[in-house]
């Protein structure tokens, strides 16, 4: 909801449903950039705020959106209401800035639906035990959302967006992407935690959790998007699904580490106790009684990385560590790989093609993964969509 036209225009659309005689729970995320102005508001005053404070910050911008909506829909002639996350029944638990919704008590929600009127909630926030204002992390309306979804056995769960649904990459990288009808919830979740910001990742989890069908569409038109669900018959004939890259990544190597059992363990609980989740691990074969252990962070745990790694390899006996945070991991999504053999081999040759070196490599059932250099990432995801064939997918 960019400005106060698409607001109405949002209105609009919300009545000919209700007209058409739907109960509605809309959730509303903050208006355009509001919420990063609201972040840059912040940092005018310190750049180290209360945590709390900012919560109570942020859930403003989804207030303003619910009370907006809620008006214009009004001036349309419905009877409508707005309510907060928290007169929404949404709780939560008490982890600042990223909260997991734990419970939802429906009551209101259902007496106000019960009046026919339509509910507009302010997305991304709940209450916690404290009775104190949380927020979801970014992205987080999707989330709330899906959580209302299940608790009000809702029929349908609309995501709206500014594009058309969930792509088989970025189409800025790659203009020849094409749009997926239908795609599995595990898909959907590799590819949101790897970069792809159609959807909020826990809210993918809640709706596979759920199993609540989830449309993803574009709040600008009616073209049908994409349905996120358990199983899609594309499976069967689509060995790869999706294409990825995050520049958020970057890469350690403890090297001269001594082969003994224990010292994974040292390393990786280090890090843990200090908060930062590690993606990637690779151990190399042991060499005259030493390994080398590489792993990957968000850039943003870059910094407390090196430093819990400088305080272990001491500990540890380790002969030193390296580390890059000029690189990018790229990756391939697919519920088909699991049966399909030599996918590995072809994004390799794929890459190998390019003269793309790999630095790092993992692997689950549904996605491969490579470390490769920053500026070679694009180049790698055009490659990569090319040689499995996405830009020519027929989905019927
Ligand atoms: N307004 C919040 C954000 O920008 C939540 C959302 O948009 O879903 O992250
Ligand atoms: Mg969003």
Do not use: W
Not at 44 to 64: A, K
Not at 152 to 171: K, M, N, R, S, W
Not at 273 to 279: F, G, L, Q, T
Request: glycine share 6%; with cysteine; charged share 20%.
């Amino acid at each position: 909801m960019g400005d106060t036209s698409r607001i109405k225009n949002v209105a609009r659309r919300v009545v000919e449903q209700y007209r058409q005689g739907n109960q509605m729970v809309v959730v509303v995320s903050a208006m355009g950039d509001s919420t990063d102005d609201l972040i840059a508001l912040s940092r005018q005053i310190t750049d180290n705020p209360s945590p709390r404070e900012m919560d109570m910050l942020l859930s403003t911008g989804e207030r303003v959106s619910s009370a907006l909506l809620a008006m214009a829909i009004k001036s349309l002639g419905v009877e409508v209401i707005s309510l907060t996350g928290r007169q929404a029944g949404i709780k939560t638990d008490m982890v600042y800035s990223k909260a997991r919704i734990i419970d939802v008590d429906n009551d209101r929600l259902r007496a106000e639906l019960a009046n026919s009127r339509v509910i507009i909630v302010a997305g991304f926030q709940g209450l916690n035990e404290y009775g104190d204002v949380t927020t979801l992390g970014r992205g987080g309306s999707d989330t709330t959302a899906v959580v209302l979804a299940a608790s009000l056995h809702a029929d349908l769960c609309e995501i709206y967006t500014d594009v058309d649904g969930v792509y088989t990459t970025d189409p800025r990288v790659v203009p020849e992407a094409c749009k997926l009808d239908t795609i599995t919830y595990d898909e959907m979740l590799e590819l949101a935690h790897l970069g792809a910001a159609v959807l909020h990742p826990r809210s993918v989890e809640c709706a596979k959790h759920y199993g609540i069908p989830l449309h993803v569409r574009s709040s600008f038109n009616d073209n049908p998007g994409t349905i996120v669900k358990e199983e899609t018959d594309l499976e069967i004939s689509m060995v790869i699904t999706g294409v990825t890259y995050t520049k958020n990544v970057a890469k350690l190597a403890v090297f001269g580490v001594p082969d003994q059992p224990g010292v994974a363990y040292q390393i990786f609980k280090k890090l843990a106790d200090n908060n930062i989740s590690v993606d990637m691990i690779v151990q190399s074969a042991m060499r005259d009684g030493i390994n080398d252990i590489s792993f990957t962070v968000t850039q943003d745990d870059l910094h407390k990385s090196l430093e819990t790694v400088e305080e272990t390899i001491k500990e540890v006996g380790a002969q030193g560590y390296t580390y890059n945070a000029d690189v990018a991991m790229v990756s391939v999504v697919g519920a088909g790989m699991n049966s399909n053999p030599g996918v590995a081999a072809m994004m390799f040759g794929a890459l190998a093609e390019e003269n793309i070196n790999i630095h790092m490599i993992s692997t689950s059932d549904i996605k491969i993964s490579c470390i490769v250099k920053n500026s070679d990432a694009e180049q790698a995801v055009k490659a990569l969509h090319k040689k499995f064939a996405l830009d020519k997918i027929d989905q019927n």
